[in-house]
């Protein structure tokens, strides 16, 4: 293996081992209530409102989420969900799964309608709804 290859395997490697695994921008985290209870099962969105960067999403799980942004001004979207009902599908082969159907229920002014706006800035933030 010649000098310079060798030299540039191991930069990329360094590269990978020293740069966080990628995720660069603001670590943001917090709790979600709806009506003074911990959602328990959603999805939070950080829409740009520039629209110059993507847009970043989360799971809420028990009231709790956790996300990597770029800083920026964001519109804020919450989802909450609850389970419907729970079957069975058909996989073919023999092969069954089970799914569970839920349905969104925040009204439309807290996701697709929502005017709730958040400024991110730093390495890390606590932002609570």
Same mark, same amino acid.
């Given at each position: 293996?010649?000098?310079?290859?060798?030299?540039?395997?191991?930069?990329?490697?360094?590269?990978?081992?020293?740069?966080?695994?990628?995720?660069?921008?603001?670590?943001?985290?917090?709790?979600?209530?709806?009506?003074?209870?911990?959602?328990?099962?959603?999805?939070?969105?950080?829409?740009?409102?520039?629209?110059?960067?993507?847009?970043?999403?989360?799971?809420?799980?028990?009231?709790?989420?956790?996300?990597?942004?770029?800083?920026?001004?964001?519109?804020?979207?919450?989802?909450?969900?609850?389970?419907?009902?729970?079957?069975?599908? /058909?996989?073919?082969?023999?092969?069954?799964? +089970? %799914?569970?159907?839920? *349905? @969104?229920? !925040?009204?439309?002014?807290? /996701?697709?309608?929502?005017?709730?706006?958040? +400024? %991110?800035?730093?390495? *890390? @933030?606590? !932002?609570?709804?």
């Amino acid at each position: 293996m010649s000098l310079l290859r060798s030299l540039a395997l191991s930069l990329g490697l360094l590269c990978l081992v020293g740069c966080g695994g990628g995720e660069s921008g603001t670590r943001v985290s917090g709790t979600v209530q709806w009506k003074n209870e911990p959602i328990a099962k959603g999805r939070i969105e950080f829409v740009p409102v520039d629209g110059k960067t993507a847009s970043a999403g989360a799971v809420i799980q028990d009231g709790q989420y956790s996300v990597t942004m770029p800083p920026g001004e964001k519109v804020v979207r919450l989802f909450a969900y609850e389970d419907v009902r729970e079957r069975t599908i /058909n996989l073919g082969n023999g092969q069954t799964s +089970t %799914v569970v159907d839920t *349905k @969104q229920i !925040l009204p439309p002014e807290e /996701n697709v309608n929502s005017t709730r706006r958040v +400024t %991110v800035s730093g390495k *890390k @933030q606590t !932002l609570d709804f």
